[in-house]
């Protein structure tokens, strides 16, 4: 599929897109608007995700700390620990995994919390990763409305993502480990939406008010990145692109 058809099809979207793709077996990248900075709704569960990796493969964070649920932890929306009593005992990997996994905003907020936001800024910029940004907890509506927003781009999730692959982030056993949380997502209706026959897709999806997100790994002969990011528009719309470019490009590859 070339970069011409892709832009086509997007350009009769309405809104803010930004588009990366690439076979990690030829090599063939398309991206569009891959360093335009997005509004990250839930994709920027990917970077906490890797800094609380990071933090315990330095021995400052144990995966077995527990902590206690209050009652003032609770957010809404995705997950279940907002449907879980208060003095719940929980680890750090029971959290990332619920973040990941049900996209779980109240384990996302203690992780932030736990991690240190400045402390998870200061990493991706380390890591070369300039558009990255966690600047409020989620669902802080106060903070949204002053126009206080975390930050992602196609360009770099798709990077994280390939090291990932590669097994070069933070180190191959972490590597290993986020990528098989990826793999466990259950918030399946974008960029798996078509695979009805088993084939491994490590991803995260994200979705607000106008934002629709799906960024991942397809696993098929010839495994490929994909990252599909929307703000400012019609989600369904863009959302039935994302379902579709992803099961051509994969047809594409087994052929």
Request: with cysteine; net charge negative.
């Amino acid at each position: 599929m070339t970069e011409a058809k892709i832009l086509s099809r997007l350009e009769q979207i309405a809104g803010k897109k930004s588009f990366f793709y690439k076979n990690l077996v030829t090599g063939q990248t398309i991206s569009i608007n891959e360093d335009m900075p997005m509004m990250a709704a839930s994709v920027i569960k990917i970077p906490i995700m890797i800094e609380a990796f990071r933090q315990i493969e330095a021995g400052l964070l144990s995966k077995d700390r527990e902590y206690i649920l209050k009652e003032t932890d609770k957010r809404p929306s995705c997950g279940c620990l907002n449907r879980m009593h208060a003095g719940l005992a929980v680890t750090v990997a029971d959290l990332y995994n619920l973040m990941i996994i049900l996209s779980d905003n109240s384990a996302t907020n203690i992780l932030i919390d736990l991690l240190g936001r400045e402390q998870i800024n200061a990493s991706m910029k380390e890591m070369g990763y300039q558009h990255t940004s966690v600047n409020r907890l989620l669902f802080d509506r106060e903070a949204s409305e002053r126009g206080i927003q975390n930050y992602v781009c196609a360009g770099e999730i798709a990077d994280m993502l390939e090291k990932m692959y590669q097994g070069k982030l933070i180190s191959p056993e972490a590597s290993a480990e986020m990528l098989e949380v990826l793999k466990e997502q259950r918030l399946n209706g974008k960029i798996p939406f078509h695979f009805v026959e088993k084939v491994p897709i490590a991803h995260k999806t994200g979705e607000d008010d106008g934002i629709t997100h799906d960024v991942g790994i397809v696993y098929g002969k010839q495994p490929f990145i994909l990252c599909c990011m929307g703000n400012e528009m019609n989600p369904p719309e863009y959302e039935r692109f994302m379902q579709d470019i992803a099961w051509e490009l994969y047809l594409e590859g087994e052929a």
